[in-house]
C-alpha cells in the first residue's frame, strides 16, 4: 500500500474528455494511479511526487466542454499499478450532469476541410471537445448503445481511435467517418455530390428542408427577397423574425458586433444572438419592423460544408407547421414540411429529442436568455444556500413557454423550451421531456409544483403524480426564478420585485401583469400594480392589440379618438363587451399596455401575427433623446411623485394623444416618452420599498423585460439599489419551472 490521494471531481465532467485528459495529465506528473467515472461525476486515485500541482492543473486547464463545480481531496492509502490507466465505470445512477450538444471544434472543422484527412468533405466528424450529445442519448448510461449511433458500427481506424486515450476522440460516442458512419443525401436527387445539388436549389431561389441535431430547418438564400416571401407565403409567417446563419466574417458585415456578441456566438453552444443591423443591404423581409437580426454561426459539420458551398447568409428557421413543434424524422419531414420544401437535405442519423436553437442577446448589463434550449440545456445551475437539505422537486412550469425543471441534490436543472402546451404534438413533448429528464437526472419527486391557474395542463398533470402538489402564483415564480439564479439565499431577505409580463393569475382571482411584488422564496405581497381594464374578447386581446387601446382611451375620455384611429372595427360591440364583463375579465397586464400604445402610435388594427410582434415594434421605434425622456419625466410626474398603490394610465394616454396631434412630437420620440413613463412609474414604487427598510434589493423579471430598453432604463432609474436580472435563465415564462421549484423547496426545508 502507498500514501496517495484521492480527489472527486463534480461536475459536468462526463461526455467530454475528461478522463483522457486527467491520463494524460498523469503522465505528464509522472503520477501512478487510475480515472474512473462513477455515479458522483469522476474519481482519481493519484501517487507521485506533484500531486499537488497535478490536482491545480484539473480545474485550471479543464477541457473545453467541462464544468468543474468541485474538486475535493483527501489522504487515501491504495495499490497502485505500474502506471495510470483509465478504469472502468462503476456504479448506476445519473447523479453527474448530461452534456449538452456543442458546436463544432476547430480541431473538427480543420479535418473536414483538408483534402489529405480521411474525414474531408464528411458531415457528421465530431470528438469529444464537439457534436451531439443531448439530441442523440436515448438513456443512460451515455454510451454508444444508448445513443442513435448504436446502429453504426465502428471502422478499425474509428475504433482505434476510440480506444486509445491520448486520441481525442477516446470514447467518444458519436465517433464516425464516411467508412462507418451516418450518410448524408437529397431528395429528390440528380445521384451527385448532396451539398452541391443542395446549394444549387439554394442559389435557385427555392426553400431546403435541412436535418440538423434537434430538428429540421428550412432555408432560404437570406440575400433573395423572392425566396424569403416565398417561405414566408407558404409558411404562412407574415412578420415573425427569421433566424440567419452565416459566417463571423458575414455577420460582422451586415452586423454590429461587440467583442462580447462574439464571443457569445462562438461559444459551444452556438445560440442564435440578436444583433443590430448595420446597413440595410439584406432584405426587410427577414425583420419586418425590427431593427436587430438573429444570427447564429453554423455549428455542426454538415452546416459548415453547406455554407462553404454557398459562400452567402441563409435564412435557418425551424421546420415545423403553424404552432407545431420543430419536426424530427425523415418521415415526418417528408409529410409536413413537403408543401414548404422544394428539397430535402437528410441524413440516417436519428434524432432522440427535439430541441430548439437558444435565442440569446446581449444588453448593457450582460447576457439576456430569450429562449434556452439547443446546447445550454441540460446544463444545471447551483441552488443557493439555504435549500441544501431540500428534497427531489420537479415543477412544470406555465402554459406558454413551457419547459419543466427538475431539482436534487443541489442542483436545478432547467429544461427545454417546449412551447404552447394546447398544441398536441407539443404536449407530447411535455411529457417524453418529464419522462426524459427524471431518467438522466435519476430523480423521484417527493413534491411537484404547478402554476396557481388550475386550468393550466401542466396543473391538471400534476394532479395525476400522486405526490404533494405546490400551486405557486405566477409572478411569484417568476421573482423567485430571478432570485434563484442569482444565487440569493434562502433567508438572504425580502426583495421588491418589478414584475412585468403578459398574464397570470392573481390570488385575489383576477388577472396580473404588471406588478411590484415585496416578498422572498416563502411568499409575497403585492404592494403595487398597473390599473386594470379589461381584455376584451379574452385571449383575442393579445391578438388584436386596438382593443387593449380602446379601453385605454375610452377609460381616459378619449373615445372620439378611439372612433378615428380605430373606425374599421366592431368598437359598439367591443364596448358592450368591456361594459359587461363578457369574456372580457380585467387585466393588469403591462404588455397588454405596450400593445395598445403601439396601437395608437402606428394607428394600426393589425392583428399580430406573433406573440410580442407590437411591443417588439414598438421597442424598435423608440429613439432616445434628451427630449423624449424629459417628456416621459414630464408624463410622469403629472401622475403625482407621491404614487398610491394603483398605477393610473388616463394622463399618459391624455398626453400621448395630445403631443401626437398638437404637440408635433415624432412617434419614436413618443415610444421613447412611453418606457420612460413606465419605468418611473414602477421603479418609484420599487424603490420605496427599499428606502424604507423592508427590501433588501430589487428584483426584474417577467417578459417585457425581454424588452433591452426597457431593462436598461429600469436599471438606470434604480441607480445605486442592488438589482438583480436574468442572465442565465429566460425572464419569460420559460423560466417560470425554476421559480415554481424554489417555492417549494423553500416550504420543504422551513417546516
Request: proline share 6%; glycine share 10%.
Amino acid at each position: 500500500m502507498e500514501t496517495g490521494v484521492k480527489i472527486r471531481v463534480r461536475g459536468q465532467v462526463q461526455g467530454v474528455g475528461f478522463r483522457p485528459f486527467i491520463w494524460q495529465l498523469a503522465q505528464r506528473f509522472d503520477l501512478r494511479g487510475q480515472v474512473l467515472n462513477d455515479p458522483e461525476g469522476v474519481l482519481i486515485f493519484a501517487c507521485g511526487d506533484d500531486t499537488a500541482r497535478f490536482t491545480d492543473a484539473i480545474r485550471s486547464e479543464a477541457p473545453p466542454l467541462a464544468r468543474v463545480d468541485a474538486v475535493e481531496t483527501e489522504p487515501v492509502q491504495f495499490e497502485p499499478g505500474a502506471g495510470f490507466e483509465i478504469a472502468a465505470s462503476q456504479g448506476a445512477g445519473a447523479e453527474t450532469r448530461v452534456t449538452p450538444d456543442a458546436a463544432t471544434c476547430a480541431a473538427c472543422l480543420s479535418e473536414i476541410r483538408d483534402p489529405k484527412d480521411r474525414r474531408f468533405g464528411y458531415a457528421f466528424a465530431n470528438c469529444t471537445h464537439c457534436g451531439p450529445r443531448f439530441t442523440i442519448l436515448r438513456a443512460l448510461p451515455y454510451d454508444r448503445a444508448q445513443t442513435t449511433m448504436a446502429p453504426f458500427e465502428l471502422c478499425a481506424e474509428c475504433q482505434s481511435e476510440y480506444d486509445t486515450p491520448a486520441d481525442r476522440r477516446f470514447h467518444a460516442q458519436p465517433v464516425a467517418c464516411p467508412k462507418c458512419g451516418p450518410r448524408l443525401w437529397i431528395e429528390p436527387g440528380q445521384g451527385g455530390d448532396p451539398l452541391e445539388e443542395a446549394a444549387h436549389v439554394l442559389r435557385q431561389g427555392g426553400v431546403l428542408a435541412v436535418k440538423g441535431l434537434g430538428g429540421f430547418h428550412l432555408a432560404v438564400d437570406a440575400t433573395n427577397s423572392e425566396a424569403i416571401s416565398l417561405l414566408r407565403q407558404r409558411k404562412h409567417r407574415p412578420a415573425k423574425p427569421f433566424a440567419l446563419m452565416a459566417t463571423l466574417e458575414i455577420v460582422g458585415a451586415h452586423s454590429h458586433l461587440s467583442d462580447q456578441e462574439s464571443a457569445l456566438l462562438q461559444e459551444a453552444a452556438a445560440p442564435i444572438v440578436l444583433l443590430e443591423r448595420k446597413s440595410n443591404d439584406l432584405p426587410d423581409e427577414l425583420a419586418p419592423g425590427q431593427s436587430t437580426l438573429g444570427w447564429m454561426l453554423p455549428y455542426t459539420p454538415l452546416h459548415h460544408l453547406l455554407l462553404d458551398k454557398i459562400q452567402r447568409p441563409l435564412v435557418m428557421t425551424s421546420g415545423n407547421l403553424s404552432g407545431e413543434p420543430q419536426v424530427i424524422g425523415n418521415d415526418e419531414a417528408r409529410d409536413k414540411l413537403g408543401a414548404f420544401a422544394d428539397a430535402f437535405l437528410m441524413h440516417d442519423r436519428e434524432i432522440a429529442r427535439r430541441l430548439d436553437d437558444s435565442v440569446e442577446r446581449v444588453t448593457p448589463h450582460g447576457r439576456m436568455v430569450l429562449r434556452r434550449a439547443r446546447g445550454r440545456v441540460p446544463g444545471t445551475l447551483p441552488l443557493p444556500q439555504g435549500f441544501e437539505d431540500c428534497p427531489p422537486i420537479t415543477a412544470y412550469g406555465g402554459q406558454m413557454k413551457a419547459a419543466i425543471c427538475l431539482i436534487k441534490n443541489g442542483q436545478a436543472l432547467l429544461g427545454h423550451h417546449l412551447g404552447e402546451l394546447d398544441e398536441a404534438l407539443t404536449w407530447d413533448a411535455f411529457c417524453q421531456a418529464d419522462r426524459d429528464y427524471a431518467e438522466l437526472f435519476d430523480q423521484s419527486p417527493e413534491i411537484v409544483a404547478c402554476d396557481l391557474h388550475p386550468e393550466f395542463r401542466a396543473s391538471q398533470y400534476v394532479q395525476t403524480k400522486g405526490v404533494p402538489v405546490v400551486p405557486v402564483q405566477h409572478h411569484h415564480a417568476h421573482l423567485a426564478a430571478c432570485l434563484a439564479e442569482n444565487g440569493w439565499p434562502l433567508d438572504g431577505g425580502k426583495v421588491a420585485g418589478i414584475i412585468l409580463d403578459g398574464i397570470g393569475l392573481g390570488t385575489d382571482g383576477t388577472v396580473w401583469g404588471g406588478e411590484v411584488l415585496l416578498g422572498d422564496y416563502r411568499g409575497f405581497e403585492r404592494r403595487a400594480w398597473l390599473k386594470p381594464a379589461p381584455l376584451i374578447g379574452g385571449d383575442m386581446a393579445s391578438r388584436e392589440p386596438w382593443r387593449n387601446a380602446l379601453v385605454r382611451l375610452d377609460g381616459a375620455g378619449l373615445s372620439k379618438w378611439a372612433d378615428i384611429l380605430f373606425a374599421d372595427q366592431p368598437l359598439e360591440i367591443a364596448r358592450q363587451a368591456a361594459a359587461s364583463g363578457l369574456n372580457s375579465p380585467v387585466c393588469s397586464s403591462v404588455g397588454r399596455l405596450f400593445d395598445a400604445v403601439a396601437a395608437v402610435l402606428e394607428n394600426s388594427t393589425e392583428a399580430q401575427s406573433f406573440e410580442g410582434q407590437a411591443a417588439m415594434r414598438l421597442e424598435t421605434l423608440a429613439q432616445p433623446s434628451e427630449a423624449a425622456e424629459a417628456l416621459g419625466i414630464d408624463w410622469a410626474k403629472r401622475t403625482g411623485h407621491s404614487p398610491g398603490p394603483e398605477i393610473e394610465t388616463d394622463v399618459l394616454f391624455r398626453r400621448l394623444i395630445r403631443d401626437m396631434t398638437q404637440g408635433g412630437q415624432t412617434r419614436p420620440t413618443l415610444a421613447f416618452a412611453f418606457h420612460q413613463w413606465l419605468v418611473i412609474q414602477f421603479a418609484l414604487r420599487a424603490l420605496r420599498l427599499v428606502r424604507d427598510g423592508e427590501a433588501q434589493a430589487v428584483v426584474l423579471s417577467g417578459g417585457c423585460f425581454q424588452n433591452a430598453l426597457l431593462l436598461d432604463l429600469t436599471v438606470q432609474a434604480l441607480g445605486d439599489v442592488p438589482v438583480l436580472i436574468h442572465t442565465k435563465t429566460p425572464a419569460n415564462d420559460g423560466g417560470l419551472a425554476l421559480g415554481q421549484a424554489v417555492v417549494a423547496a423553500a416550504k420543504a426545508v422551513s417546516r
